[in-house]
């Protein structure tokens, strides 16, 4: 079983910067491949960006390509989401994810196996 809490989240001005992070607890953590999603008020939980078990793989929604990074710390058991250039559109709650298998970059929720609490980002205008 691994579990996952994010932290990091905040209020930021349109253009401003933050960083995730996620913590996971459990031996297998570099084994797996983590994403990141979203969710708006009102919306459908979105994804974000996915990162393979090396770090040597990367996808990226189109909405926050050339904005957003996804980085690992396999070591410290942490993935980040560097987001830079933000937007008021970037508000929601963000989840980190957890997908067992590894092999591959998924950006259906329904491919993940664990999750995060969420952390509240809000960008004003």
């Known amino acids: 079983q691994v579990q996952l809490v994010e932290s990091g989240g905040g209020l930021v001005q349109a253009g401003g910067s933050l960083r995730l992070s996620c913590a996971a607890s459990?031996?297998?953590?570099?084994?797996?491949?983590m994403g990141w999603f979203r969710q708006a008020p009102g919306k459908e939980r979105e994804f974000v960006a996915a990162?393979?078990?090396?770090?040597?793989?990367?996808l990226y929604a189109d909405s926050v390509k050339g904005r957003f990074t996804i980085s690992r710390e396999n070591a410290k058991n942490t993935v980040y989401l560097q987001m830079n250039s933000l937007k008021p559109e970037d508000t929601a709650v963000y989840y980190c994810?957890?997908?067992?298998?590894?092999?591959?970059?998924?950006?259906?929720?329904?491919?993940?196996?664990?999750w995060g609490q969420g952390t509240q980002v809000t960008v004003s205008s």
């Open positions: 990162l393979s078990w090396s770090g040597g793989r990367t």
């Open positions: 994810a957890g997908d067992r298998g590894g092999s591959f970059l998924y950006s259906r929720p329904s491919d993940y196996d664990y």
């Open positions: 459990g031996r297998t953590f570099s084994r797996y491949t």
